[in-house]
């Protein structure tokens, strides 16, 4: 059974950083991509960042790219997201997903598996 399980999230002030986490379980880890996704009360999921199984391809989403950065160690089966300088429209549930071969999309339909999500909260 493959899961995926988050952390990091919190409450944080504007301009702060946060180091989210997704340790997954149950699947060769080098061979998924891995992605973050993020969902706003009253508003669409939202792709956030997305890396190859090896680490060498990475997407960012156009709200986050230039103060983000996704990376992940296979040695730990973990994957991090590192966002700066947060706004408070930075605020969601962001939510780690994997899916069953390495290249990195920005496609949430295209990740077979997903943790339950870790609240971040910027204050202003």
């Known amino acids: 059974q493959v899961q995926l399980v988050e952390s990091g999230g919190g409450l944080v002030q504007t301009g702060d950083s946060v180091r989210l986490a997704c340790v997954v379980s149950?699947?060769?880890?080098?061979?998924?991509?891995l992605a973050w996704f993020r969902q706003a009360p009253g508003k669409n999921r939202e792709f956030v960042a997305a890396?190859?199984?090896?680490?060498?391809?990475?997407l960012y989403g156009i709200s986050v790219k230039g103060r983000s950065t996704i990376s992940r160690d296979n040695a730990k089966n973990t994957g991090h997201l590192q966002m700066d300088s947060l706004k408070p429209e930075d605020t969601a549930v962001y939510y780690c997903?994997?899916?069953?071969?390495?290249?990195?999309?920005?496609?949430?339909?295209?990740?077979?598996?997903w943790g339950q999500g870790t609240q971040v909260t910027v204050s202003s």
């Open positions: 149950g699947h060769p880890f080098s061979t998924a991509a």
């Open positions: 890396i190859s199984g090896t680490g060498g391809n990475v």
């Open positions: 997903a994997a899916k069953m071969s390495s290249g990195p999309t920005e496609n949430a339909l295209d990740y077979h598996f």
